[in-house]
T-cell receptor, first 112, second 111 residues
């Protein structure tokens, strides 16, 4: 089945530094979603990207979908302690139904 | 608060036993999804129901089954439990394909 590779697995930064996580697939994706899971919490939807080359911003977060729709990235500018958590990308595997394949996640920790 | 509720919050049981996890979706959401999250496997999609019917199946073991009732709540039944079934089980709901809202999860510990 479809696999989505996400790197890095862990990232530790100083508060104020930037952070980026990458998601790659060997097959073309119809769309990709990003979720954030705080420690001890549940995944929370951040955004969905559908179009080739799409770039969306949410305050300090920038999401990109590759031109070939095989990769995506999430970039956080000037991290804050509230950004701590695990960031997951999720690819939609099935047409009609929704069968999300999640990447392994990138766990972000921040030194204040 | 996502609007999705799951019970129980924690469950401790022995190997070989059977348990039922319950999920109530957000008001108006017809789709319910079940996921398993363990440390070494990440978030694994198990199964999706839409308005009472099974819509998609993922890596769900034969020992596991689920159903969605007319009031749209869903139950995930896990039987002949093994140590490796210890995990967080999340339920999520959505109106249709797109953004999914996750519940707080049920932490299952099999001893």
């Amino acid at each position: 089945g479809q696999q989505v590779m996400q790197i890095p697995q862990y990232q530790h930064v100083q508060e104020g530094e930037d952070f980026t996580t990458y998601c790659n697939s060997s097959t073309t994706l119809s769309n990709i979603q990003w979720y954030k899971q705080r420690p001890g919490g549940h995944p929370v939807f951040l955004i969905q990207l559908v179009k080739s080359g799409e770039v969306k911003k949410q305050k300090r977060l920038t999401f990109q979908f590759g031109e070939a729709k095989k990769n995506s990235s999430l970039h956080i500018t000037a991290t804050q302690t509230t950004d701590v958590g695990t960031y997951f990308c999720a690819a939609d595997q099935a047409q009609g139904a929704q069968k999300l394949v999640f990447g392994q996640g990138t766990r972000l920790t921040i030194n204040p | 608060d996502s609007g999705v509720t799951q019970t129980p919050k924690h469950l401790i049981t022995a190997t070989g036993q059977r348990v039922t996890l319950r999920c109530s979706p957000r008001s108006g959401d017809l789709s319910v999804y079940w996921y398993q999250q363990s440390l070494d496997q990440g978030l694994q999609f198990l199964i999706q129901y839409y308005n009472g019917e099974e819509r998609a199946k993922g890596n769900i073991l034969e020992r596991f089954s689920a159903q969605q009732f007319p009031d749209l709540h869903s139950e995930l039944n896990l039987s002949s439990l093994e140590l490796g079934d210890s995990a967080l089980y999340f339920c999520a709901s959505s109106v249709q394909a797109g953004e999914q809202y996750f519940g707080p999860g049920t932490r299952l510990t099999v001893t």
